[in-house]
């Protein structure tokens, strides 16, 4: 079976971790695919849902694999590069996380734009007690979700999140158990599938773009909009479907 098997459907992919043996754990055989779907979704933007099989999203980065690497295999950014690739993806990406999401998990997690969790779901960067730093965003990004103060303590303790405590900090926007968590990852996706795509993959640059780049980055892509025949079109249904009530 695939490290990581994908379905794919018009509007969106589903990408599951599976390496069950060892918690789903990311080596680099899991990168390599990460890299190859993002290829196909750069070319064919569509939503993507990661998440995991067998209750865990992933247990972290492969430690058979990472205790051998080398200065040099750090300075190519192996993980890094492959979350910074997802989360730089035209369409929203959506992960599912049930059991644990440590580690590079946890990060490929934190690269996605929006998190829903089971009450099961576990996350935490143990890094420092591997004696790393969390090199794949965690140091950027979770303060970015949760602030400084938490991320800083999570990053420096290796203290782990509940689902629940995940969902008080921000970190996940809603709670869902083990067996509905993959449909719920789906209704976000209608939702999202059902609004206009590039005012959604617009919004998703806008909306992550550097503070001073606003208000300028937002004008540009309204004014793209504002000419577009989808733009028009929706906006009249919009105001027949007003005209009839």
């Known amino acids: 079976m695939a490290d990581l098997e994908i379905e794919r459907r018009p509007d969106r992919v589903v990408a599951t971790l599976n390496r069950p043996a060892v918690r789903n754990a990311i080596d680099q055989a899991t990168i390599d695919a990460l890299h190859a779907l993002c290829a196909e979704l ?72 929006l998190r829903i969790a089971t009450p099961d779901a576990r996350f935490g960067n143990p890094e420092t007690g591997l004696g790393i730093i969390a090199g794949a965003g965690a140091t950027w990004r979770l303060k970015e979700i949760v602030g400084d103060a938490l991320a800083l303590e999570l990053l420096l303790t290796g203290r782990i999140l509940t689902g629940g405590e995940a969902l008080d900090a921000g970190l996940v926007s809603a709670l869902h158990t083990s067996a509905d968590l993959l449909d719920a990852a789906h209704a976000l996706a209608d939702r999202i599938a059902a609004q206009d795509p590039r005012a959604t993959q617009l919004t998703k640059s806008v909306f992550h773009a550097p503070r001073d780049q606003h208000p300028a980055v937002d004008i540009e892509a309204q004014a793209e909009l504002f000419e577009s025949p989808e733009k028009h079109r929706r906006m009249t249904e919009f105001l027949q479907r007003r005209a009839k009530k």
Not at 63 to 85: K, P, S
Request: without cysteine.
């Open 42 to 113: 750069e070319a064919e933007p569509r939503i993507l849902i990661i998440t995991g099989s067998e209750g865990v999203f992933a247990s972290g980065a492969d430690i058979a694999e990472l205790r051998d690497r080398t200065a040099e295999d750090a300075r190519a950014g192996i993980n890094v590069n492959a979350f910074i690739r997802i989360h730089e993806l035209r369409m929203p990406v959506i992960a599912a996380v049930d059991g644990w999401a440590l580690g590079g998990g946890a990060e490929l997690a934190y690269a996605a734009d």
